[in-house]
């Protein structure tokens, strides 16, 4: 079956497309059939990031790895119900066209819109990437400004958690792991890191999900997207661009841990080879 996984966070900037873009190549460069959908209707920036790697590829004349792609449509009708009626089926309907893919990999927007929700509701996987800067904190969970404590869940956690219940009451097996994941760390705010990775932790135990290392603050990941390209595309002697410093060779790690730490289905074979 195809595993679903589903970038969200109802906030912008948080690395969502850039982070959606790696996995996707990861997963295509270790062999699996892989399918993208861009549920950001009016940004799209996952939709041209696959476009600009398009047009890289056949400008350099150059081999890239490429998913499947399936395209969802807004409903212009004017009923709410019928419009939510209709985009339920274009999302049913982009989703059936992946079937045959290993894994379904959603790009959802920074909004709280129908289409994100009902995306969570069919995830296997949510990955929600986070600045690490308590104004992005604030959409998982209100905190205490006299105490510091946390209070409760705030409005994106509230959406995964109705998710979570509308996905057991379909009967579908297993449940929806959520990782969150720790974009732009920086050492120069040492202080801001460890308050922020403390209350993560102490939130993590309580509405249940786990805790993921994601990508630095590099400039490398902004200058890419005109090409099209990620990180894992570089190096080597028939890279379209070649790695210029040893961050650069950092950052590829850093891709390769988070895949590392998801915790995705592998295929038979590569059951086979690690156990051999």
């Keep these: ?31 699996r059939k892989v399918g993208a959908v861009d549920l950001d209707l009016r940004q799209r920036s996952l939709t ?8 890289f590829s056949e400008i350099k004349d150059k081999a890239l790895v490429f998913p499947v792609i399936s395209e969802v449509y807004a409903s212009s009708l004017d009923s709410r119900e019928e419009a939510r009626k209709r985009e339920t089926e274009n999302l049913q ?20 819109t129908h289409l994100s929700r009902l995306a969570h509701m069919h995830a296997d996987t949510i990955l929600t990437p986070l600045n690490d800067s308590f104004v992005d904190f604030d959409l998982l969970a209100r905190i205490d400004p006299e105490t510091g404590r946390i209070t409760g869940p705030s409005l994106y956690s509230e959406m995964v958690w109705d998710a979570r219940k509308a996905r057991a009451m379909t ?7 959520w990782v969150v994941i720790r974009n732009r760390l ?37 200058e890419l997207f005109p ?11 028939d890279a379209p661009v070649k790695l210029s410093t040893m961050s650069h060779v950092t950052a ?16 038979e074979m590569e059951e086979e080879v690690q156990a051999a």
């Design 171 to 177: 009967g579908a097996p297993g449940g929806i792991d």
């Design 93 to 112: 309907a982009a989703l059936s066209a992946l079937e045959g893919c290993d894994f379904a990999v959603i790009d959802c927007p920074g909004a709280d």
């Design 252 to 267: 590829r790690l850093e891709i390769r841990s988070l895949v590392a730490t998801l915790n995705l289905p592998q295929s």
């Design 1 to 31: 079956m195809t595993h679903v996984i589903v970038l969200g966070n109802e906030k912008g900037g948080s690395g969502k497309s850039t982070t959606a873009m790696h996995l996707i190549v990861a997963l295509l460069k270790s062999g």
């Design 48 to 55: 041209r990031y696959l476009e600009n790697r398009r047009k």
């Design 227 to 237: 090409m099209g390209l990620t990180l894992l595309d570089l190096g080597g002697r």
């Design 186 to 222: 920086s050492a120069t705010r040492a202080r801001n890191k460890k308050n922020m990775g403390e209350k993560l932790e102490d939130l993590a135990s309580r509405i249940g999900f786990r805790l993921a290392r994601g990508f630095g603050d590099r400039v490398i990941y902004r």
